[in-house]
């Protein structure tokens, strides 16, 4: 098979936004314990932060950090995280059924998102609290001095206030399963009185309201309708929640999970904007995409309820496969193409849970397969993402119908005159012939082409062999007359930068 498009510089879609990059360090088996923060690891600095973790972090391309959760969130108690730690209590975690011993809090992860170069998103616990401690967390983290709170922090040693901008108004509110679940109006309004308190204290924070945690809730659509008719003038954001898994063999549609993301994507945005018409608003709600990936999730839920109360216990550690990362490159594709709305996103997790990147306790770290299709495009997407209209043809899915065999995305930077292209084939067998009409951009030749999949799709990497998955090498050339030509191996992410 074949397949085509043509670029051209005015088709623009909209900034890339670097908060698209996100990632999520939840309180949740090995993602902070063992993983962010190890003191007595080989590699721990004087915080106990893991360095080769802080490494890895960097070579990922993370801009954006979501924390402390997740449904973690809904139960905590951020006071309990601050102060001497030899104070801080230890509690139950209903979340995860687990023991949060209280050595990492806020101004531990402060350091740790310093050293590690990205922005610090915050939840706020909605569940069980509501504007008061919204307030105060607030008032520790980004009052400058002279209030109880800012002083408290600085006398824990924090002296600059921590700037946060981003602040998730709770989590998954809409899921039975959350502590302090709400309906629609009862979160809605809830959200609206937090978000309203914190402008009076600080009227340019970017406030995120929950929406649904995935696109086949029962509620999706109303909850999201009722939430902004509440809350519109408050917030800024509406999240979105999604996760992927091959189910039953049917690879064919796991390969297409891009399009219930976009679907999904395009049916929040109709919400939000029906709401805006109705209420007569000029302003847009923007979607932060604040959790996305990969997740076995039935693997999960047929696993037994803990029976003890440990730290650190490991959960949800699934080991990604070649077509993950595909999946994973395809989802990032989507959310480029939707920067006009999606305006930032967060990849869950970051470390041992659901993650690119895996510890050992005490030993080393290693890349998963997914570690790849983000640490590129998070490097190679500069500039504005272009318009893309594919020439391809399609296959049969068991859930989406007819899909596109290719699936694709560009960015051009004019500041350097680059282009990237980014592309996924769905075929299961067979390899992909790519032309792409350059000739508006003048002369470019490929400066770098990387492909991740191809030959065994269910090549896992492990702590042993951590770099049996890795992008290789495609080979692309640019034609007289400006065309790019490739070939795409089957179930393949790709990548091709020109100059
Ligand atoms: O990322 C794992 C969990 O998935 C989060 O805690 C929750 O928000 C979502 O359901």
Not at 440 to 449: I, M, R, T
Request: include cysteine; hydrophobic fraction near 40%.
């Amino acid at each position: 098979p074949s397949a085509s498009f043509r670029l051209d510089p005015g088709f623009t879609i909209a900034p890339v936004h670097r908060r698209t990059f996100g990632s999520f360090v939840e309180h949740m088996g090995r993602c902070v314990y063992t993983g962010i923060y190890e003191p007595g690891h080989p590699t721990a600095d004087e915080d106990g932060f893991r360095q080769d973790v802080l490494d890895l972090t960097r070579e990922l391309g993370v801009t954006t950090v979501r924390y402390p959760g997740g449904n973690f969130v809904s139960g905590y108690r951020w006071e309990d995280g601050v102060g001497p730690v030899a104070q801080r209590p230890v509690r139950r975690d209903l979340a995860w059924h687990s023991l949060e011993t209280n050595e990492v809090g806020i101004d531990e992860f402060a350091r740790w998102a310093r050293k590690a170069d990205v922005e610090v998103m915050y939840a706020l616990n909605l569940g069980t609290r509501g504007v008061q401690e919204a307030l105060d967390v607030h008032e520790y983290l980004n009052h400058p001095e002279g209030t109880h709170l800012s002083e408290l922090r600085r006398s824990n040693g924090t002296k600059e206030p921590h700037g946060v901008r981003m602040f998730c108004l709770g989590n998954e509110m809409d899921g039975p399963w959350q502590t302090g679940h709400k309906t629609a109006h009862e979160y809605g309004r809830l959200a609206a009185e937090v978000a309203r308190a914190l402008r009076a204290a600080e009227p340019d924070l970017e406030l995120v309201a929950c929406g649904s945690s995935n696109s086949s809730m029962p509620t999706f659509g109303a909850w999201e309708g009722t939430v902004l008719e509440l809350a519109y003038d408050q917030v800024d954001y509406i999240s979105a929640h999604a996760y992927y898994e091959e189910t039953d063999g049917d690879l064919g549609s796991f390969l297409a999970s891009a399009v219930d993301m976009d679907y999904f994507i395009d049916s929040i945005v109709a919400t939000a904007d029906a709401v805006g018409a109705r209420l007569k608003s000029p302003k847009r709600i923007n979607v932060s995409f604040d959790e996305w990936n990969v997740w076995y999730q039935s693997r999960f839920n047929n696993a037994p309820v803990p029976t003890t109360w440990e730290q650190g216990r490991p959960v949800i550690e699934d080991h990604y496969s070649a077509v993950d990362a595909v999946v994973v490159g395809s989802l990032l594709i989507s959310l480029l193409r939707h920067s006009d709305r999606v305006t930032a996103a967060c990849q869950a997790q970051l470390v041992n849970v659901i993650a690119p990147i895996m510890t050992e306790p005490g030993g080393g770290a290693w890349r998963q397969t997914i570690f790849h299709p983000f640490a590129l495009t998070s490097r190679l997407a500069r500039g504005t993402v272009l318009r893309v209209q594919v020439e391809t043809p399609t296959y049969a899915t068991e859930r989406y119908g007819d899909v596109p065999l290719l699936d694709a995305v560009a960015t051009h930077d004019p500041a350097t005159g680059e282009v990237v292209v980014l592309v996924v084939n769905r075929d299961r067998a067979e390899a992909l012939d790519l032309e792409v009409g350059l000739a508006a951009f003048g002369d470019l030749s490929p400066l770098e082409a990387w492909t991740v999949g191809g030959d065994d799709p269910y090549a896992r990497n492990t702590a042993d062999q951590p770099d049996r998955v890795r992008p290789e090498p495609l080979d692309a050339r640019v034609l007289t007359g400006g065309t790019l030509s490739t070939r795409l191996p089957p179930v393949s992410w790709s990548v091709i930068r020109l100059g």
